[in-house]
């Protein structure tokens, strides 16, 4: 089976030039740059990065995590959105799971249509091997501290510094399936990717799949009220989307 770049130590050389996702996967195809983990699923390696961090087993039964490391600086396109302005995807019918399976049906190897779909999105995050860890913490932030489920956000570090508290209020499947009332006090421990970037864009670390993987709150992610503001009012609210989850794609 075909095995994909997780993460590869790229010569800062190569970083200063901000190569794209289709640039750097060809050449770790070609044997450039260290990689320090290879998985075999390249949809999961997709999700991986859109996530920002995974648990992984090896193949000797050691479990290992990844942690966010960097990113290309390259922009951030969803691949799903582009599926449903398509008429690939059907907006109502989408989900991680059907994303997935699209992906998976229409060919990963190069020149396919779901690698190239992949390589659309021009943004390639880097990860760093974590092996020290208690399996019973949540997965570590790009903050550098493990991630608490509800009380963890993930940012754009263009505006907000990691460790800022912010008040949420929101309408979130957290408890049940439907919608209820989320109010609580977060801490940005996490960087957050091109769908929801910008002053009000967040998203929130929910409970744990089983194995140990994180999920992320989807779809309508709090009115954000910064405790600590930047050139406006802590009381300023505004709406915020994540493209994770049921009802909106990576």
């Not at 999105?121 to 760093?128: A, D, G, H, I, T």
Request: proline share 9%; with cysteine; net charge positive.
């Amino acid at each position: 089976m075909p095995r994909y770049l997780a993460r590869s130590a790229w010569p800062a050389a190569r970083c200063a030039a901000n190569p794209e996702r289709a640039t750097i996967e060809a050449a770790a195809a070609a044997g450039e740059g260290r990689p320090i983990l290879w998985l075999n699923d390249a949809v999961e390696v997709y999700m991986t990065q859109v996530q920002g961090s995974a648990s992984v087993e090896l193949t000797d039964g050691r479990l290992v995590r990844l942690a966010y490391d960097g990113r290309n600086g390259q922009p951030y396109t969803s691949i799903g959105r582009r599926l449903i302005e398509s008429g690939e995807i059907a907006e109502g019918d989408m989900s991680l799971a059907r994303l997935k399976s699209w992906l998976r049906a229409n060919g990963l190897a190069p020149g396919e249509r779901a690698r190239d779909l992949m390589q659309r999105n021009r943004s390639y995050v880097f990860f760093k091997i974590v092996t020290a860890f208690d399996p019973a913490d949540g997965p570590t932030g790009g903050s550098g501290v493990a991630l608490t489920p509800l009380r963890s956000i993930a940012v754009d570090r263009g505006l907000w510094p990691y460790g800022a508290p912010f008040w949420l209020d929101a309408q979130l499947p957290w408890l049940e399936p439907e919608p209820s009332p989320f109010r609580r006090l977060a801490i940005a421990q996490g960087h957050r990717l091109g769908h929801s970037r910008g002053r009000a864009g967040g998203s929130v670390l929910r409970r744990r799949r089983r194995g140990g993987t994180p999920r992320r709150a989807p779809s309508a992610i709090p009115a954000i009220s910064p405790c600590c503001c930047r050139g406006g009012s802590c009381g300023e609210r505004a709406a915020a989307y994540s493209a994770d989850g049921p009802t909106a794609p990576p």
